[in-house]
């Protein structure tokens, strides 16, 4: 059987209710020693393993990693997402040549979804981790079908086996040294044609704005506040939906932090900096927006600072590391830059000021990273009592 452990303290009657009421993924065929992951899980493939049960209805990351016949060398990972209702089953069956999990034919996923409906593949599925799930949701909250629809690359998977661009970038940052090292040391290391080069179809976001017939001090003004550009994308791709841009905010983080994507990691770096880098929309037109921003922001922060996720089979899911957030990191000067002008504002919305307070508080605490604003350090200190604070606006 697969590592998954069984649900702690459940009466069967409940136990039952969730697995006839939660969906299930039934994975076929698959090698004893794969590490399978689904949201924040990762475990090791046992040699009875069919797939995952008592899954919660909604949006799910599945990913995987195939292993050598000992177990000790593993493939880059692959992964792709699922929006599953109550009930519903899903099937994925490996493919030996292809060393992944393909779609079977509609009939075939009829006759073993009525299977799994019957109990008949029950002993052999393991149980979603009800008391992880919370900590997936504060992870995904704004990812819903419509968010995977438009982002997922033809056919689903991704896998940074399979974008384009990696091994011929010239200037890497930390982050991408360690996902290129990692492909070119997998004896698993796969020679992908350019057919196979599919890319998720991320917002373009660009770095520098460029505009007709605006010159000098007013571009420079366009640039050093992209109020109007977040205005513009928000309009353009995304329909005036402030929620779509934030699950392509969690979307790219996920296949980043579980799937090692470095195309995901570049798009959640443009966003995280586009977000940033608007001084007006924060305290006149989105204020609710950069509330729900630096909310996600915190908990994506919070889950991939964590020392140790727990999962079974002694490896880490995330790649993330102290040197990635070093105090000269782009976050940490792009947290320093906006942490003053929060905190210094003389009139900010209240849910706004208390979680970015709660933002900083988390990164000076886990990252030791010291944020002193121009009132400190000028010599000035207040309390939220103090005349000089500033106006929360509720």
């Not at 296949?255 to 900096?273: I, T």
Request: proline share 4%; charged share 25%; net charge negative.
């Amino acid at each position: 059987m697969s590592s998954i452990p069984p649900p702690a303290e459940m009466d069967p009657e409940t136990a039952l209710q969730l697995v006839k009421h939660g969906a299930t993924i039934l994975l076929l065929d698959v090698p004893q020693y794969t590490l399978i992951g689904i949201d924040t899980q990762m475990f090791s493939v046992g040699p009875s393993f069919k797939g995952i049960k008592m899954i919660p209805p909604g949006s799910h990351f599945l990913y995987y990693s195939s292993s050598s016949r000992e177990g000790r060398e593993f493939s880059p990972i692959t992964g792709f997402f699922v929006d599953v209702g109550s009930s519903e089953v899903i099937v994925r069956k490996w493919d030996q040549r292809e060393e992944r999990l393909v779609k079977i034919s509609e009939e075939e996923e009829q006759r073993f979804g009525e299977a799994v409906r019957q109990l008949e593949f029950d002993r052999q599925l393991g149980p979603y981790n009800l008391g992880q799930y919370g900590e997936w949701k504060r992870i995904s909250n704004h990812i819903n079908c419509t968010t995977i629809k438009r982002l997922e690359p033809i056919g689903g998977d991704i896998s940074v086996a399979c974008e384009p661009g990696i091994s011929q970038s010239t200037s890497k940052s930390a982050i991408e040294k360690v996902l290129d090292d990692q492909l070119k040391a997998s004896k698993f290391a796969m020679h992908v044609d350019s057919s196979q080069r599919r890319k998720c179809y991320y917002t373009e976001i660009p770095h520098v704005i460029k505009q007709r017939g605006v010159h000098g001090q007013e571009l420079t003004n366009l640039n050093l506040d992209k109020t109007l550009l977040l205005e513009k994308l928000l309009k353009k791709d995304f329909g005036g939906s402030e929620d779509l841009l934030l699950g392509e905010l969690q979307f790219a983080f996920v296949v980043f932090l579980m799937g090692q994507s470095l195309e995901g990691f570049l798009q959640w770096k443009s966003l995280v900096n586009l977000f940033f880098e608007c001084t007006e929309a924060p305290f006149c037109t989105r204020s609710q927006l950069y509330t729900k921003f630096i909310k996600v922001l915190y908990h994506q922060l919070k889950f991939g600072l964590e020392k140790d996720h727990s999962n079974d089979t002694g490896q880490t899911s995330t790649i993330l590391d102290e040197s990635w957030f070093s105090a000269d990191s782009f976050l940490y000067h792009l947290c320093k830059d906006f942490f003053s002008l929060v905190l210094e504002a003389p009139v900010v919305d209240g849910d706004l000021l208390t979680w970015t307070r709660k933002l900083k508080e988390l990164l000076e605490n886990s990252l030791d990273w010291k944020f002193q604003n121009n009132a400190a350090s000028d010599g000035i200190s207040f309390d939220e009592d103090d005349e000089f604070a500033p106006v929360v606006v509720d």
